[in-house]
């Protein structure tokens, strides 16, 4: 019954490679979103998407590139990746998020570890 | 843009002790501002979150916070705190034109028996 999921919840992998992780929301929201927290615990919104359409964009490095097959799902891929993409990555949905006064439900998190 | 300060990185309170973790923002007259709780190894879950109306918001857990606009903070209080109570707190409220949330830094708060 979790209501926003990600997988995988730990992801341990070498600088230079690819990798992808997953969310699904069973909310029936409309908004999705990625969010980083880094080792300081500072949460920064990285994208949102509305109905499978790009809402927000905020400034991060193109070898992010989040993925919307449908309106429950918001994948994120990482190409190339580096030392400093090591974070807790978190996935999130809404209602309507195209105001941000809408109560965000997050999932459990992906700890990303860049070796 | 909109900033949501925290001043308070950790803070220490003994189990059955009131709390208070202090939150100010810097945009909006009459802004929408919100109470996130961290459990450790978890994801966000939503406290209160404060609209309009009553300042005085009630949320879950036995938490509430009051919004004071003349000093711009969104304060959030527990008259007695439980050992599970331990967490991480964010304040947040959305940016210019309402359409992303600005967190704050977070407080850790940590329970002694």
């Known amino acids: 019954d979790t209501a926003v999921s990600q997988t995988p919840k730990y992801l341990v992998t070498q600088m230079g490679n690819d990798k992808s992780i997953k969310c699904e929301q069973n909310l029936g929201h409309d908004t999705m979103y990625w969010y980083k927290q880094d080792s300081k615990k500072f949460l920064k919104i990285m994208f949102s998407y509305n109905n499978k359409e790009l809402i927000i964009n905020e400034t991060v490095p193109n070898r992010f590139s989040p993925k919307s097959p449908d309106k429950a799902h918001l994948n994120l891929h990482i190409n190339s990746l580096e030392l400093g993409d090591s974070a807790v990555y978190f996935c999130?949905?809404?209602?309507?998020?195209?105001?941000?006064?809408?109560?965000?439900?997050f999932g459990p998190g992906t700890r990303l570890t860049v070796l | 843009a909109q900033s949501v300060t925290q001043p308070d990185i950790h803070i220490t309170v003994s189990e059955g002790a009131s709390l208070e973790l202090r939150c100010n923002y810097s945009y909006g007259a009459t802004p929408y501002l919100f109470w996130y709780v961290q459990s450790p190894g978890q994801g966000l879950q939503l406290l209160l979150k404060y609209f309009s109306g009553d300042t005085l918001v009630q949320g879950i857990k036995g938490f509430e916070a009051e919004f004071k606009r003349s000093q711009s903070s969104f304060n959030l209080r527990k008259p007695s705190v439980h050992w599970s109570d331990a967490a991480e707190y964010f304040c947040?409220?959305?940016?210019?034109?309402?359409?992303?949330?600005?967190f704050g830094t977070g407080t850790r708060l940590t329970i002694i028996p």
């Open positions: 947040a409220a959305p940016d210019f034109g309402n359409e992303k949330l600005t």
């Open positions: 999130a949905s809404s209602q309507d998020g195209t105001s941000g006064v809408d109560t965000q439900y």
